[in-house]
């Protein structure tokens, strides 16, 4: 469980990225955070795992205050959180496998991580990893060979492989096309329903938040504005979020981009 109490980030600049932020994730629990550009979605998920630091309040997870850290417990503590980039993060030169196996660095002697030399067991696991995200054919393949929806299946195994107790995911969808980024969205949330893992997404695009996240937390100017399900996300709120829109034309635009059916060959190929 991840617990955020009135957290804040103010810059040196004077800007605050951030004020009077507090939330609970349970395990297992998806959530979406949205907002506009500019909103502190981003500088919220790296207060989390303390890639940046926070002016103001306390992170817990589970029982360990992360916001206490530092040296050797901040490296230990971060091992239990896997991170999920835009884009993707992998090293190009590297293998499939390779590039999973780079999410048990923070656990192997360093001799074992320099020469490449990984345990069995967390071999056997890289496999089932890429396994269940659809990338058995691919573990010889280099990274920079992969599609971009390919590539971002690596990068949900690798945050894996780390046996994390948290996901922290920053817009996984972005640069992928509308069919691709449902299939990951459903990805990731059948990953977590099945590891009993919270996640926190920020994503953009709203109406995949509303199809694949079971909360959604809105920021704007970096305070929660809204915390509830996606049914309650209503044009009214969306509106006191981002501004005026037309919404539901905005949904049917969307649907009609959006193909919601995955074959069990495209799963298994990781053709996404």
Known sequence: MLTVKNLGKTYKTGDRALNDVSFTVEAGQVVGLIGPSGAG?????????????????????????????????????????????????????????????????????????????FPQADVDKAFALLARVGLTDHADKRADALSGGQRQRVGIARALEQDPELLLIDEPTASLDPKTSRQIMRLIGEICTERNLPAIINIHDVVLAQAFTQRIIGLKAGEVVFDGTPDELTDDVLTSIYGEEDWTAMRRKDGDHHDDTITDEERMAGLA
Do not use: H
């Not at 999973?100 to 002697?109: A, E, K, N, Q, T």
């Open 41 to 117: 979605k981003s500088t919220l998920i790296r207060c989390v795992n303390r890639l940046v630091e926070p002016t103001a309040g306390k992170i817990f997870l589970g029982d360990t205050e992360l916001t206490g850290l530092s040296g050797a417990g901040l490296r230990t503590a971060r091992r239990r959180i896997g991170m999920i980039f835009q884009e993707y993060a992998l090293v190009e030169r590297l293998t499939v496998m390779e590039n999973v196996l780079s999410g048990r660095l923070g656990y192997v002697p360093f001799w074992r991580s320099f020469s490449r030399r």
